[in-house]
């Protein structure tokens, strides 16, 4: 095993091991209760579902983002009940791009866990693998949430994946060290369509990198070799820990953040909020094209 991916036929063979935890994490921007619906169709023997809303993003007040950041001790005790534990090592799985494991992923790291690992291709690669599926569950329920030593372990340490705020951002716009990636897609980012947030444009001197971009045709990642080049020819000399991503609300962003850990790249950082917070404010600067 990799220590950022794992494919189909590795986790097959591994899966007997009852040291491994593994979440499923489809979703729909659009159809929010559509990954629910897909899990108990069918999912991986012994996986629990995370939910993109409920689970992996914090309550929204309008000026915080679509996604906000979860409470950390609130999730550490989900994912407690939901038998993760210290010393399991986590696999991550969404329908085939790794859009929402890449947030799963970024998540757990940010909570301090360093044994997790996407399914590379998500469920489609299992199912392309005749990998079993699993129609039944025993999901826990919130209410049965008890403290978990790896919430001591974050209180004691401080949170573990480094993260840039709206304010911070602002007052840095015009340092030229800071280089903003943005996730979307192009017509998105160029301010020409936009389905999700009020307000249409980009983070004045961002630039493009859609997170398709960072996939196989068959939804598998790139090599990091491959991966490596084309993100050290797109940042120039600029070191990784100068990189803040973003995109609309905090979720593809991780998925250009994981692309370039697994090249090689450490240290970026993700900007939470990402364009839905920072468009929520009137005041901010707002490019187009």
């Known amino acids: 095993m990799g220590d950022y991916l794992i494919d189909a036929g590795h986790l097959k063979a591994a899966l007997p091991d009852q040291h491994w935890a ?11 209760q559509e990954g629910y619906r897909q899990f108990l169709a069918g999912h991986i023997p012994g996986a629990q579902f995370l939910h993109q809303d409920s689970d992996l993003a914090g309550a929204c ?7 906000p950041l979860p409470d950390p001790d609130v999730l550490n005790s989900r994912l407690h009940v939901l038998g993760l534990t210290p010393g399991k090592r986590i696999v991550v799985y969404d329908a085939e791009t790794s859009v929402f494991a890449a947030r799963a992923w970024w998540l757990l ?15 489609r690669a299992w199912c392309d693998a005749d990998g079993a599926q699993e129609t039944t569950t ?18 004691a340490k401080g949170l573990h994946m480094p993260i840039a705020t709206a304010s911070e951002l602002e007052a840095d716009l015009a340092d030229p060290a800071l280089t903003l990636i943005d996730a979307r897609d192009p017509v998105r980012y160029r301010g020409e369509q936009e389905p999700l947030d009020p307000v249409a444009g980009h983070v004045p001197g961002a630039i493009n990198r859609p997170a398709p971009d960072n996939l196989q045709a068959d939804g598998h990642f790139k090599s990091p070799e491959a991966l490596r080049q ?15 991503h973003y995109c609309g609300s905090g979720i593809t962003a991780c998925h250009n ?8 790249l450490h240290g970026s950082r993700l900007f939470p909020g990402s364009w839905s917070q920072w468009c929520s404010d009137p005041g901010r600067p707002i490019a187009m094209g």
Do not use: C
């Open 22 to 32: 593994v979440f499923d994490v489809r979703h729909n921007l659009t159809d929010p």
């Open 109 to 123: 790291r940010w909570l301090g866990y360093q044994d997790v690992v996407i399914l590379d291709g998500g469920w």
């Open 138 to 155: 025993d999901l826990a329920t919130i209410a049965d949430n008890k403290p978990s030593p790896a919430v001591d372990k974050h209180r």
């Open 61 to 67: 007040n309008g000026t915080n983002g679509r996604h």
């Open 230 to 244: 084309a993100y050290t020819a797109l940042l120039e000399q600029t070191g990784p820990e100068q990189v803040v």
């Open 257 to 264: 953040l994981f692309a370039m850990e697994l090249a090689g």
